[in-house]
């Protein structure tokens, strides 16, 4: 069944849909704009609503990119890299999020994030033992980079399960030739 066409709203609904939008979880300046402009009669609607928001302090996208920082640090473990791409798809300006990735990992030691990390995909492997699999060890290295790892961390990580120093030694140079 097609779906059907947004009801275009009043300046005042349209303030009202971003409240009910805002209330139900943090959003960006960009992510509000982008469905607000779905809902409006007028664009000029939508510039008026985000400044009011802004200003009842309601839109700040420091605040929503420092929080987002946060849980992605404490929940599923990420790394500075992934974080970052993750508000720029947000839609956060680059300073603003550099600002808040780097205040809220400035106390993180990311080599022991990254272990943390580890630890949480390695479970069922009981503490200590090594991975002797390259393919496992391979696996993980590409879910350490896709946490958004830097290079070091990755290695110092991998260096903590695997005793394959050849495999490992190579993955660093890869690291750093990416790294450049």
Do not use: N, W
């Amino acid at each position: 069944m097609p779906r059907r066409a947004a009801r275009k709203l009043p300046t005042e609904s349209l303030y009202e849909c971003a409240l009910r939008l805002l209330a139900r979880r943090p959003h960006t300046t960009a992510e509000l704009e982008a469905k607000l402009a779905k809902r409006c009669r007028r664009k000029e609607d939508v510039s008026a609503v985000l400044a009011r928001l802004r200003g009842h302090g309601y839109l700040d996208d420091a605040r929503v990119a420092v929080d987002h920082s946060i849980l992605r640090r404490d929940g599923p473990l990420l790394g500075r890299r992934r974080v970052l791409a993750e508000l720029r798809r947000r839609g956060v300006s680059e300073a603003t999020a550099e600002e808040a990735v780097e205040r809220v990992y400035e106390e993180v030691d990311e080599s022991q994030l990254a272990r943390k990390f580890l630890r949480k995909k390695l479970r069922s492997v009981p503490p200590g033992a090594a991975v002797l699999d390259r393919k496992a060890v391979l696996r993980l290295y590409r879910a350490l980079a896709r946490a958004g790892f830097g290079a070091g961390s990755i290695g110092d990580a991998l260096h903590s399960v695997s005793a394959d120093e050849e495999l490992l030694d190579q993955l660093a140079e890869a690291s750093a030739a990416e790294d450049l």
